[in-house]
């Protein structure tokens, strides 16, 4: 079935360090990508999408870009400050699915951002 | 911030009891989802409405847990038997057709 591999479990960072949090997929269609950042105590918040081969999405200073040759989605931030210490998960969906497009999440990755 | 309302909070219950939790989706939202989130972080899809109608459910969500989503009331998720490996953030989502979902804070149910 559809699946998500991040590799980093957890990312331990100063301020201003450049993030990256790596994402692969495996899927058997052509599926929309996401990223959800989520803080202690809360659900899921979006943070943006791509649907088709090379789209950029973005959002807060984070980027990813869909690479459908490599079935990748990396996150990236060029600054990371100490209010994005969370746990960030990537996931897949098929937006044009009769079932209502149910999300295939990563394990999640733990940044952790010292001052 | 979310939009998606979910009680209550916490919920604490005894293995063999029943514990149902609620779901506002965000106005003018007509899928919802139910996932649970385990202590390791996993997510589970367990089931999708749109409207009013099932359209996906997990064969675990079949059997002892039940969910519906009735015209003009919250939606709601039961588990008929609560047991200790049930004990996990039930996170409710909804989304316009076809694009992302907002989530809830969740509801974290402990079975004792």
């Known amino acids: 079935g559809d699946s998500v591999t991040q590799t980093e479990g957890q990312v331990a960072l100063s301020e201003e360090d450049f993030l990256t949090i790596h994402c692969n997929y495996s899927?058997?269609?052509?599926?929309?990508l996401f990223w959800y950042v989520q803080y202690p105590g809360e659900g899921p918040q979006f943070l943006f999408r791509a649907s088709r081969d090379k789209e950029k999405g973005s959002s807060r200073g984070f980027e990813a870009t869909y690479d459908k040759g490599t079935t990748s989605f990396h996150l990236r931030k060029a600054s990371v400050q100490e209010s994005d210490s969370a746990v960030y998960y990537c996931a897949l969906g098929d937006l044009g699915g009769s079932s209502g497009n149910k999300l295939i999440f990563g394990i999640g990755t733990l940044l952790s951002v010292k001052p | 911030n979310s939009k998606v309302i979910q009680t209550p909070r916490y919920l604490v219950k005894g293995q063999g009891q029943k514990a149902k939790m609620r779901c506002i989706p965000e106005k003018g939202h007509p899928v919802v989802f139910w996932y649970q989130q385990n202590k390791n972080n996993e997510f589970k899809f367990l089931i999708n409405f749109q409207n009013q109608e099932v359209l996906q459910q997990i064969d675990m969500t079949e059997k002892r847990f039940s969910a519906e989503c009735p015209s003009n009331s919250p939606c709601s998720l039961e588990i008929q038997s609560s047991e200790a490996g049930d004990s996990a953030l039930y996170l409710c989502a909804s989304s316009l057709p076809g694009y992302e979902q907002y989530f809830g804070p969740g509801t974290r149910l402990t079975v004792l």
């Open positions: 899927a058997s269609g052509y599926p929309a």
